[in-house]
């Protein structure tokens, strides 16, 4: 692998993790399928790189968010375990799948996240009153509305059953399950968009830990992709975490849509066996 191929996926790293960082969704759901269309890394390397990477998003992000107490770490204690579990079934699946397959269902995976996106609520009519069974009442002050937003997350046993779907995607794809977590928990649970993508980069660490390790032990590490792509997901997510507090989420969400489109047609048409213009 060349000097400007590790610069590059550093680069990509970098731009994936600030953003990611900004929308909850831990940066990998733009990297692996980046890397494998116009870097030319086998996609399996790729979702192992992703999926350290995604680990170092979140402890960078999450500890920013937890600074300015976004984070509602009781709802992440709850949704932890369904999440984890469902990731190392994903992982174990990994090794033994074919390529194209792996390009098709994360084609699919980003088109359903298009579409989880375009019904999220916004953060303006969270639930503010009625029963709270689990104790799970939140607040965090929102710079962008310039004051306090208090929320009670519903829907907890289902948000909580459904959570295991993204742990699956998390160890299958190498994504950290925070494009299915974010929206599930926003339009689901209405939790605020913003505390659903602090509360998912707290938790996208932890439920990708035994991803990583059967990744390992099934070589599909390189270190010349997984080291640039964890150290720039590092540094963008530091930058993303700051300014996702000041970004209004409208605004945020239309320009992840129109990449995720892009991102989901390339590998879909890829998986087809269509020539793609630029990839390789």
């Known amino acids: 692998m060349s000097y400007w191929t590790e ?18 969704l831990g940066g990998g759901v733009f990297m692996v399928p ?9 996609i399996k390397f790729a979702i192992a790189a992703s999926a350290l990477a995604v680990i170092v998003n979140s402890l960078g992000g999450a500890s920013v968010y937890l600074q300015h107490r976004m984070v509602n770490l009781r709802l992440a204690l709850v949704m932890l375990v369904a999440t984890a579990l469902g990731a190392i ?10 390529v194209n ?6 084609s699919l995976a980003l088109y359903a ?12 009519h969270p639930v503010t009153t009625g029963p709270d069974r689990f104790q799970l009442a939140a607040s965090f002050f929102d710079p962008a509305v310039g004051g ?11 948000g909580t059953a459904s959570s295991t779907v993204a742990g699956l995607l998390s160890g299958l794809l190498g994504v950290g399950g925070g494009f299915v977590q974010v929206p599930l928990m926003n339009v689901l649970m209405r939790v605020p968009v913003k505390a659903a993508a602090a509360t998912s980069a707290y938790m996208i660490g932890v439920t990708v830990v035994g991803s990583v390790l059967l990744y390992y032990a ?6 010349q992709v997984a080291v640039p792509a964890a150290l720039g997901v590092f540094l963008g997510s530091q930058v993303g975490s700051r300014l996702g507090r000041r970004v209004h989420g409208r605004w945020l969400k239309r320009v992840l849509m129109v990449i995720l489109l892009y991102l989901a047609t390339t590998l879909l ?5 269509v020539p793609v213009p630029g990839t390789r």
Do not use: D, K
Not at 12 to 23: D, I, K, P, Q, Y
Not at 89 to 98: D, I, N, Y
């Open 7 to 24: 610069l590059a996926i550093l680069l990509v790293a970098a731009l994936s993790g600030t953003l990611g960082a900004m929308v909850g």
């Open 34 to 42: 980046i890397f494998s269309a116009f870097l030319g890394v086998p």
């Open 89 to 98: 079934v994903g992982a174990l699946l990994v090794a033994s799948a074919p």
């Open 101 to 106: 397959a792996l390009r098709l269902v994360f």
């Open 113 to 124: 996240m298009i579409v989880l996106l375009s019904l999220q609520r916004a953060t303006a």
């Open 148 to 158: 306090l937003v208090s929320y009670i997350p519903q829907r907890v046993l289902l």
């Open 218 to 223: 099934n070589e599909l590490f390189v270190p």
């Open 269 to 273: 048409l890829q998986a087809l066996g």
